[in-house]
Structures are given as C-alpha cells and as structure tokens.
C-alpha cells in the first residue's frame, strides 16, 4: 500500500488509473447495503426524534488534529494546505506552475476573493511571509515531481463537493475530494479518489481515505476502483482498492464518530 515516490519512477496518477486490463467490474450493488447499514446504525444511537441541529461530518471528523500551542502556526499550516491545493488544481488542467506560491495565492483571491484567511496572509510580515513560500514551495516542488500527466480522457475534477443526508436529516456527511478522474458510467470500476495532504501520513489516515471511498459510493450509488492519499511533506502515497470489507469497515468508522459526538469522551 505504500509506495515513497522520491526513490520509484512511478508518478501518482500511474497508481492512480492503474491497469485498465486488472479492473474489476464496476461495482453497483454495494450501495444500498451500505446506506441500510448506516440507517440501522444511527436509528440504534439517535432514535427517531429529529435533532435541533444535524451532526455534521467530514473527512477531518474521522482524524482529530494534533493539538498545538501557537495558533498562528495552525493558521500558517492551515493557508499551506490552501495554496498546494490550488496549486494541484492548476496542475490538473496542465499548467506548468513555475512559481509555485506566487501562482496558487494569485488563483486562490481569485477564487475566494476577500476572507478571514486571506486577509491573516495580508498581515503576515516579511519573515512569516518569505517562510511560508518557502514552505509552499518546497511542497510544491515535491507535487510536481510526484503527480505525473493528467490526460482530459480521465475527467479531472479538483476540490470536488460532496454532500449525503442519513437518518431523516440527523446526520449529514460532507466531504471534499482534492482530485476525482474517471467515470461511473464504465463498465469497469474507473473513478480513482486522492486526498492530497502536506502532513506526514499516518494514524488516521486510512480511515480517511476509506470515508472518501464510502461517501463516493453513497453518492453515486458506483463504488470507486480506488482511493489514495499522498503527502507532499514526505512524497509518500498510500493507495487502497475498494471492496466491501473496506466500505464496510467504513460504515462502522462514521458509526463510531457518531457515538462520540452524541456522547463525548
């Protein structure tokens, strides 16, 4: 499952798409097993009483953050992650991004305009500033290296949106994917997911890569061939084919995330 990228000439989106003669057949009916699952599960934790206010949960709700002291480096981390995703995004329509910082934070305005987190890089001063493109950099450059061509042929989609409501309303799943390629309309399983972080891979991080492959499928009701995520601090990828026993064990994870928010530790 893990592949270091700095020491193999595979690219990410070789691992990505794959073989297309090895692909099983497109996978159509694990989805409505799965949703009853869930349903059976959130009725046992939550009743039937319609809550005041849904439990929301994304991809973060399944991995806590490591908890820091200065703020600010949160905030710095948190822009970082920004701007390699614009970054990614640039790439993905075949642009050759040179200036890795400058370009994303242009494309970044372009996209939010004005908000909290751009005006916290508006007061940056000149040493923060020069460290995070240097950081920005260095990450990018590792992306670079590592992600390989993206061909039209495989429908790149970037920051893609999902949304699912379970149990009445109760409980809702978001979910962003940061690169989507291929169909659900093949005959073979074809969407390749890939979640692309600048931390370290590690604990939590499977359960993550397993939630983008659950909500894919409750969404499409066409399970992905695979998910992967990979991590520009270290050039590591991690890639999972999906099966049943991997939706499945992902339906137990939003279970058990659940049960914590209804009754917190």
Known sequence: MTSLLDESPVSVMDVLRGERATRPLANATAAAGLRALLEDGLFELLGSDLLETPLTLRASSLRPGPFVNDPSLATLAQVRGILINEALRLMSVGLDVSDVYGEALLAWRADVGSNEMTNYVDQLDDDERARLATDVTAHGVTLKRSLGPLSNRWLPR?????????AGGNVVLRDVIDLMVGTTTSDVASVALL?????PLGEGAERIMRYHALVQTLRTSIAPLRTSMFSTASGELWSIDVDDELLTRSVADVLEVVSRMVVPA
């Open 158 to 166: 970037t920051s893609f949106r999902a949304y699912q409501r379970l």
């Open 195 to 199: 979640d692309v972080t600048t931390s």
